[in-house]
RNA sequence: UCCUCGGUAGCUCAAUUGGCAGAGCGAGCGGCUGUUAACCGCUUGGUUGUUGGUUCGAGUCCAACCCGAGGAGCCA
């Protein structure tokens, strides 16, 4: 057996017999001549096979080869421009073929296909090119967050999964029984981050949440990936430098080592590359002075129903879309009206109606991937605004605590995976920037 | 929860005014030395989402329900 080798390092190996153990992918040929296009994970390359240099026995298993049968190819590597994979241009002259398992009929064929049979197949709709490609971004998005972060000085925490009661109070909760009592899947860490940071200063949780909510929409899953860093000792204006920073060493990572498959997503990365800091910061009322003169401007009546909105609403989806068409990069929304946010943001300076919180919103249409917010320090006021709030005092005892031991300004923000990924990627929707997506109608496979 | 659209062969879709349920792809067989969703010939393929109703006759009309998709609200 020759050298075993991975599809994405094949560039080192022409001229040389290599291996390689993976999977039928597609298959196309003459009478004497057959394509197979062989994928193992790390990329896609085309094995040649031509009759007279093969025995017969070789050459009529390659020609009865079925879609997504398990193969095992050697022969030399070659480099030629007519060939296609991931990445192109390169064949193996096949010398010998061995089928490990000769696939019964595949069902997701070379053709087009409805979003609910792909759905119905998710767990074979991951072998096809395009996910494949987006799935290989997101782990990468992923690696970098934490890539980032590790050498910044932020340590991981993992934050509990049950929860005892709703982490903000407003969002709906998956409720699920404990030994007789009731807890609820988190919808996120931040509040555990606070405790965190009085004792290791800077830390992050990673890991999925959960929203009971019944939003039906390609911006939405009912769990989904979020990285949620929070830092001892930082304003709004940190927070919003290191989002930044951060946000843009994700998205150049990519298009470092996954320009292959962004060509495969036919991704234009014109866009990525533009993302680098600063970012423009919109304060919340020049965002509601732009959205309101677009509205104005606007002959479409069904635009203007949608971009309706007076002083004190949070931004909807169209809002976002609009106000993000007017720049080229990421851009941060701050500053939103106290009521439509959170209760422990803090307040802005003079201007108790509005709290020191920033949305970052991605360009192309994509829409909300991050929020964060300045978080209150002072333990009276933090009262306050739990009482104003109507949430129970007592389910925050440990939480008011953090505010009478040391407590320090201090900020934080939720990323969200699956939206950054889409966005990063170029893909229409969510739900395929997770292996496995969770949706309203949806929980299988 | 509300609004809109949809459900016919394994898949993607067609079916005129209510009148024999079809095509392409896939699959099977044969042919072809450079294919890129190859091509050519033959073969194979049906509980029309469910239940009830109208009718001589329903994929088509009516009612209820089920399932899915897109959007709104809410949110990352």
């Given at each position: 057996?020759?050298?075993?080798?991975?599809?994405?390092?094949?560039?080192?190996?022409?001229?040389?017999?290599?291996?390689?153990?993976?999977?039928?992918?597609?298959?196309?040929g003459?009478?004497?001549?057959?394509?197979?296009?062989?994928?193992?994970?790390?990329?896609?390359?085309?094995?040649?096979?031509?009759?007279?240099?093969?025995?017969?026995?070789?050459?009529?298993?390659?020609?009865?080869?079925?879609?997504?049968?398990?193969?095992?190819?050697r022969?030399?590597?070659?480099?030629?421009?007519?060939?296609?994979?991931?990445?192109?241009?390169?064949e193996?002259?096949?010398?010998?073929?061995?089928?490990?398992?000769?696939?019964?009929?595949?069902?997701?064929?070379?053709?087009?296909?409805?979003?609910?049979?792909?759905?119905?197949?998710?767990?074979?709709?991951?072998?096809?090119?395009?996910?494949?490609?987006?799935?290989?971004?997101?782990?990468?998005?992923?690696?970098?967050?934490?890539?980032?972060?590790?050498t910044?000085?932020?340590?991981?925490?993992s934050?509990?999964?049950?929860?005892?009661?709703?982490?903000?109070?407003?969002?709906?909760?998956?409720?699920?029984?404990?030994?007789?009592?009731?807890?609820?899947?988190?919808?996120?860490?931040?509040?555990?981050?606070?405790?965190?940071?009085?004792?290791?200063?800077?830390?992050?949780?990673?890991?999925?949440?959960?929203r009971?909510?019944?939003?039906?929409t390609?911006?939405?899953?009912?769990?989904?990936?979020?990285?949620?860093?929070?830092?001892?000792?930082?304003?709004?204006?940190?927070?919003?430098?290191?989002?930044e920073?951060?946000?843009s060493?994700?998205?150049?990572?990519?298009?470092?080592?996954?320009?292959?498959?962004?060509?495969?997503?036919?991704?234009?990365?014109?866009?990525?590359?533009?993302?680098?800091?600063?970012?423009?910061?919109?304060?919340?009322?020049?965002?509601?002075?732009?959205?309101?003169?677009?509205?104005?401007?606007?002959?479409?009546?069904?635009?203007?129903?949608?971009?309706?909105?007076?002083?004190?609403?949070?931004?909807?989806s169209?809002?976002?879309?609009?106000?993000?068409?007017?720049?080229?990069?990421?851009?941060?929304?701050?500053?939103?009206?106290?009521?439509?946010?959170?209760?422990?943001?803090?307040?802005?300076?003079?201007?108790?109606?509005?709290?020191?919180?920033?949305?970052?919103?991605?360009?192309?249409?994509?829409?909300?991937?991050?929020?964060?917010?300045?978080?209150?320090?002072?333990?009276?006021?933090?009262?306050?605004?739990?009482?104003?709030?109507?949430?129970?005092?007592?389910?925050?005892?440990?939480?008011m605590?953090?505010?009478?031991?040391?407590?320090?300004?201090?900020?934080?923000?939720?990323?969200?995976?699956?939206r950054?990924?889409?966005?990063?990627?170029?893909?229409?929707?969510?739900?395929?920037?997770?292996?496995?997506?969770?949706?309203?109608?949806?929980?299988?496979?």
């Amino acid at each position: 057996m020759s050298n075993i080798v991975a599809i994405q390092n094949i560039a080192d190996y022409i001229g040389q017999e290599v291996t390689i153990q993976g999977w039928l992918y597609a298959k196309t040929g003459k009478g004497k001549i057959q394509f197979l296009q062989v994928r193992d994970g790390t990329g896609i390359m085309q094995a040649v096979l031509f009759k007279p240099n093969l025995p017969p026995e070789i050459f009529e298993a390659g020609k009865r080869l079925t879609q997504e049968s398990a193969v095992v190819v050697r022969g030399v590597v070659k480099e030629n421009g007519r060939a296609p994979g991931v990445p192109g241009g390169f064949e193996i002259d096949t010398a010998d073929l061995q089928v490990v398992q000769l696939s019964q009929e595949y069902p997701i064929t070379p053709k087009e296909h409805g979003v609910e049979f792909l759905l119905e197949n998710r767990h074979l709709w991951i072998r096809s090119r395009k996910q494949w490609a987006l799935l290989r971004i997101r782990a990468t998005v992923m690696r970098a967050c934490r890539e980032w972060l590790d050498t910044h000085g932020y340590v991981e925490m993992s934050t509990p999964i049950l929860t005892p009661a709703a982490g903000e109070g407003t969002s709906t909760l998956f409720e699920v029984d404990y030994f007789g009592d009731t807890v609820y899947l988190a919808q996120t860490g931040q509040l555990y981050n606070e405790a965190n940071i009085y004792s290791f200063g800077k830390v992050y949780c990673f890991g999925p949440t959960f929203r009971a909510e019944k939003s039906k929409t390609r911006r939405h899953l009912t769990e989904f990936w979020m990285i949620e860093p929070e830092t001892a000792y930082q304003d709004l204006d940190g927070l919003m430098e290191m989002e930044e920073q951060f946000v843009s060493h994700v998205v150049q990572r990519v298009l470092q080592e996954r320009r292959p498959e962004l060509e495969v997503l036919e991704r234009d990365i014109r866009m990525l590359e533009n993302v680098t800091p600063p970012f423009p910061r919109v304060s919340y009322d020049e965002a509601f002075e732009r959205i309101t003169k677009i509205r104005e401007e606007s002959d479409d009546p069904e635009l203007k129903e949608l971009l309706k909105l007076e002083w004190g609403d949070d931004f909807g989806s169209p809002h976002e879309t609009e106000l993000t068409k007017l720049y080229d990069r990421p851009i941060f929304v701050y500053g939103f009206p106290t009521v439509c946010k959170a209760f422990y943001m803090e307040p802005w300076p003079n201007r108790p109606e509005v709290c020191k919180s920033v949305d970052m919103l991605a360009p192309e249409g994509y829409g909300e991937i991050t929020g964060g917010s300045e978080r209150i320090s002072d333990p009276d006021l933090l009262l306050k605004r739990i009482h104003e709030d109507n949430l129970p005092e007592e389910a925050f005892t440990w939480y008011m605590d953090l505010r009478k031991y040391g407590s320090v300004p201090h900020s934080g923000f939720g990323l969200g995976i699956e939206r950054t990924v889409a966005w990063i990627a170029g893909t229409h929707h969510v739900r395929e920037a997770n292996p496995f997506p969770r949706t309203l109608g949806r929980v299988y496979p």
